[in-house]
């Protein structure tokens, strides 16, 4: 069946993907050129008063840990990097619910908060394994799910539809192929592509569902984790917390990050994901209603472990009851 709506079509011939404010795409298209000079993109960002004060607003939140303050654009750009305020620039235009419906069927404070928390946990997971670009990896989680914000901003209804089906099918990803053409990891990429982003990060937000795949980057990986170690918004598969701890497992093995390294990651995120929404006046859910989410998400895992190791208890018992007959045959 062919899907209803081309959305590599759109993404190619759309220009105002996001209606993203005149001075973020003006940083995209210079940006794009390969170019730029530290110069010329602060004075592009200073003429956005919005912008730039979201932007100072990050740079001196207490994310960052800077020893001094930051007074300029230009300071920001030359303490947090070119790439790195391309990315946030990009993140303070589409953290805004006015892109949004309220009544698409996902929970847009809920969304915000997931996002952060999968950048924080990106830039933690990022040292943690010693890469050398955590703030590379900090954006990547902030931007990871531009193809989802895409169709949610262009195909509200369309997509309320994929999510009423995917709580029956329990796969948002199949309904959006049937819907898009593709899943929004793949509509991620190829607005990643659009806006020359690195070509690294523009990978891990086209895998950032796909586990399994032989050749990952350690970024792909490092976002595949903090994924994982994040409450789903969205209905990704039957067997998601049975996959959800495989992931977590192999993964964290992948990056030699031990299990002690990824509880001080989880105990700090809370605290940091509200610090980082406080500073970029970004609305987020309440600090309560987060814990009381990864209470229920604990217990749901709890359940599912408890299941699992019954599972092996019985087929333990029946390996064990085949081996006695086995015995007693041989015996006889």
């Known amino acids: 069946m062919s899907p209803k709506i081309d959305v590599a079509g759109e993404i190619a011939r759309n220009n105002e993907l996001m209606a993203l404010p005149e001075a973020v795409i003006k940083v995209l298209e210079s940006a794009a050129k390969d170019e730029i000079s530290i110069d010329s993109l602060s004075e592009i960002i200073s003429k956005d008063p919005a912008l730039t004060g979201r932007l100072l607003k990050i740079a001196n939140s207490p994310f960052y840990g800077l020893s001094h303050n930051v007074n300029s654009i230009h300071q920001a750009v030359m303490v947090l990097g070119l790439t790195t305020v391309k990315c946030l620039a990009l993140s303070a235009a589409l953290f805004t619910k006015n892109n ?188 309560e209603t987060v814990l009381a989410r990864a209470n229920q998400e604990l217990f749901s895992t709890y359940m599912s472990i408890q299941r699992l190791f019954k599972e092996r208890q019985e087929l333990t018992r029946k390996i064990l009851d085949e081996e006695r007959e086995r015995g007693l045959l041989e015996a006889k």
């Not at 009544?103 to 969304?111: K, V």
């Not at 999510?163 to 053409?181: D, H, M, P, V």
Request: charged residues 25%; contains cysteine.
């Open 100 to 287: 949004i419906k309220d009544d698409i069927g996902i929970n847009i404070s809920a969304l915000y908060s997931n996002l952060i928390s999968v950048a924080v946990t990106c830039r933690k997971l990022a040292i943690a394994c010693n890469c050398t670009a955590p703030e590379n990896a900090f954006t990547c989680g902030l931007l990871h799910e531009i193809g989802l914000l895409y169709f949610l901003h262009h195909h509200p209804e369309e997509y309320r539809t994929a999510i009423l089906n995917a709580a029956k099918s329990g796969s948002i990803l199949e309904e959006e192929r049937k819907i898009f053409g593709m899943t929004h990891p793949d509509a991620g990429f190829l607005i990643a592509e659009k806006w020359r982003l690195p070509r690294e990060i523009a990978s891990a937000i086209s895998h950032h569902h796909y586990y399994g795949r032989k050749e990952t980057s350690a970024l792909d990986e490092i976002v595949l984790l903090a994924v994982a170690l994040n409450r789903e918004i969205l209905p990704i598969g039957q067997s998601y917390i049975e996959d959800k701890i495989t992931k977590i497992s192999v993964l964290s093995q992948k990056l030699n990050i031990n299990d002690s390294q990824l509880n001080d990651i989880a105990r700090s995120i809370p605290k940091e994901v509200t610090s980082f929404a406080r500073s970029t006046e970004i609305e987020i859910e309440e600090i």
